[in-house]
């Protein structure tokens, strides 16, 4: 296991207020995997990612990072007045990290010489993610990496991250690019009031299985068929299946007499949009 977060709370306070902003986050992350995490503002991604990324301290609970951390923050500091370049040099002089100037090329920078004064909101995210891979890590942390990158580069940047992960990278990723979010993720999870509230993986298809009869006989026979359902409301059921499985699962209920009025696939967008809603 790459990273491992065992029921980890963190409490702030100011003055006699107390806040508590994660309440008991587990999760694991093996090599090559993409997790993402959403959810609305103030869910506590930022917070989760810090305390993972080893930048805050944890109230309670227990962090294990197995190999080197690159960490790519919302908002990064940088010295306004050097280049690209005399980053990377000035990071890698004070970390383990050897400079390397393939980075600027592989995150389209290695032609810029003008001072980071000058740069878009997207350049700078750019050289941020230089300067998390500068340390050759084993785990990318990232939050918010695809705010304000144009399309071209948002799509260069998944396949900086497909590679990654594909040479045994482990990545764990805050976005509200939803879209993005379904393309590069082997799991995404779903935070709200500090909480992991729902789960998916794209090896699975997540889908919503409405039929014309009451749910609640179609949730007990998906279940007895070895099938991982929820209850959703009225007459549907979500299910998880493996994408080669779905023909199985139509023909499953249509020859047990099940007359199935609709089948749509849950993403991201609207998981986020049904926890967003919820009380």
């Known amino acids: 296991m790459r990273v491992q977060v065992e029921d980890i709370f963190k409490s702030f306070r100011t003055g006699l207020t107390k806040k508590d902003v994660l309440n008991g986050i587990?999760?694991?992350?093996?090599?090559?995997?993409?997790?993402?995490?959403?959810?609305?503002?103030?869910?506590?991604?930022?917070?989760?990612?810090?305390?993972?990324?080893?930048?805050?301290?944890?109230?309670?609970?227990?962090?294990?990072?197995?190999?080197?951390?690159?960490?790519?923050?919302?908002?990064?500091?940088?010295?306004?007045?050097?280049?690209?370049?005399?980053?990377?040099?000035?990071?890698?002089?004070?970390?383990?990290?050897?400079?390397?100037?393939?980075?600027?090329?592989?995150?389209?920078?290695?032609?810029?010489?003008?001072?980071?004064?000058?740069f878009s909101k997207g350049m700078q995210k750019r050289l941020n993610l230089a300067m998390a891979l500068s340390?050759?890590?084993?785990?990318?942390?990232?939050?918010?990496?695809?705010?304000?990158?144009?399309?071209?580069?948002?799509?260069?940047?998944?396949?900086?991250?497909?590679?990654?992960?594909?040479?045994?990278?482990s990545v764990l990723v805050s976005s509200h690019d939803l879209h993005t979010v379904n393309k590069i993720s082997t799991r995404i999870l779903y935070l709200k009031n500090g909480k992991v509230v729902d789960t998916s993986g794209s090896s699975e298809r997540i889908m919503e299985i409405s039929v014309l009869e009451n749910a609640e006989t179609l949730l007990i026979f998906l279940k007895e068929n070895g099938y991982s359902v929820a209850p959703i409301g009225g007459n549907s059921v979500q299910i998880n299946v493996e994408k080669e499985q779905i023909s199985s699962v139509v023909y499953l209920l249509s020859s047990n007499g099940y007359k199935i009025s609709g089948i749509t696939d849950i993403t991201a967008e609207s998981v986020y949009t049904r926890w967003s809603n919820a009380n």
């Open 26 to 118: 587990t999760l694991n992350i093996d090599d090559g995997e993409v997790v993402s995490l959403v959810g609305p503002n103030g869910a506590g991604k930022s917070t989760l990612l810090k305390i993972t990324a080893g930048i805050l301290k944890l109230s309670t609970g227990k962090i294990t990072i197995n190999g080197k951390i690159g960490y790519m923050p919302e908002m990064p500091a940088f010295s306004p007045e050097l280049t690209a370049k005399e980053h990377l040099e000035y990071v890698t002089s004070i970390t383990s990290g050897v400079y390397r100037d393939d980075l600027l090329s592989t995150v389209g920078l290695n032609d810029i010489n003008y001072p980071v004064s000058r």
């Open 135 to 169: 340390v050759s890590p084993q785990v990318l942390i990232m939050d918010e990496p695809f705010e304000g990158m144009d399309p071209p580069m948002v799509i260069h940047m998944w396949e900086i991250l497909s590679k990654f992960s594909k040479d045994g990278g």
